[in-house]
């Protein structure tokens, strides 16, 4: 059995005043800045109890049962209508931010290239998700001479030893493989968004440390210096 590319989520139910003994455990507190609060409908017997929020008493029949659970299928289905689906280019790189994982910006105008982190917070989640819900479809005729200024790279350091390389322009995703997808994505705002609280700017002249350095000045007719 393959698990490289599996996630599993588990929830559970804390009793009140218990949730810290979770969250030793690792457990996320709901809610919190990414997920709203958990939520739950109990049937008993002649009562629904809305967690003990507000307690109804009605009479409860199969035809009444049946009726819920038509209604919490129509919801759910709702609820998920609005979901983007992953385009799959970050499927290896977890979307839960720690404290270990760092996200690296760098920005090459022509002259020098630009670079900043962002380290283990939402803002790496908000990056992560916004950047795998965006649409992407593999681009099999790209070249580098579709490459055009900026040139934009993007450094992933996720758990587990997690590491992704990507760079971008044009409108074009570009992998370490050398892979281009048409992937159209604000990456100036990304820059130039002050809550994201980008740390350690440093500039200097292009070199092999950019992102896919190698596939962006290397085609068929031989080296192509940006």
Request: net charge negative.
């Amino acid at each position: 059995m393959e698990w490289e590319d599996t996630r599993i989520t588990a929830g559970l139910f804390s009793a009140k005043g218990k949730e810290g003994f979770y969250g030793k455990l690792g457990f996320v507190e709901r809610p919190n800045e990414q997920r709203g609060a958990g939520m739950g409908l109990i049937l008993n017997g002649g009562n629904v109890d809305a967690g003990g929020a507000c307690v109804k008493h009605i009479k409860v029949t199969r035809r009444g049962i049946f009726c819920i659970t038509c209604l919490m299928v129509v919801l759910l289905s709702l609820a998920s209508c609005g979901e983007t689906p992953s385009n799959g280019l970050l499927k290896n790189v977890t979307s839960e931010p720690n404290a270990l994982t760092t996200l690296t910006l760098y920005y090459f105008d022509g002259e020098k290239v630009y670079q900043s982190q962002i380290f283990g917070s939402s803002a790496t989640l908000e990056v992560l998700d916004a950047l795998d819900a965006v649409k992407a479809t593999e681009d099999p005729h790209w070249t580098t001479g579709d490459i055009t200024l900026p040139i934009y790279g993007l450094e992933i350091n996720a758990s587990q030893g997690r590491h992704r390389l990507v760079a971008w322009s044009n409108d074009r995703w570009i992998t370490s493989e050398g892979t281009a997808y048409k992937f159209t994505y604000d990456f100036a705002q990304l820059q130039f968004q002050e809550e994201y609280r980008w740390f350690t700017r440093h500039e200097y002249p292009w070199n092999g440390s950019f992102p896919c350095a190698r596939v962006l000045s290397l085609d068929a007719n031989g080296w192509n210096p940006c």
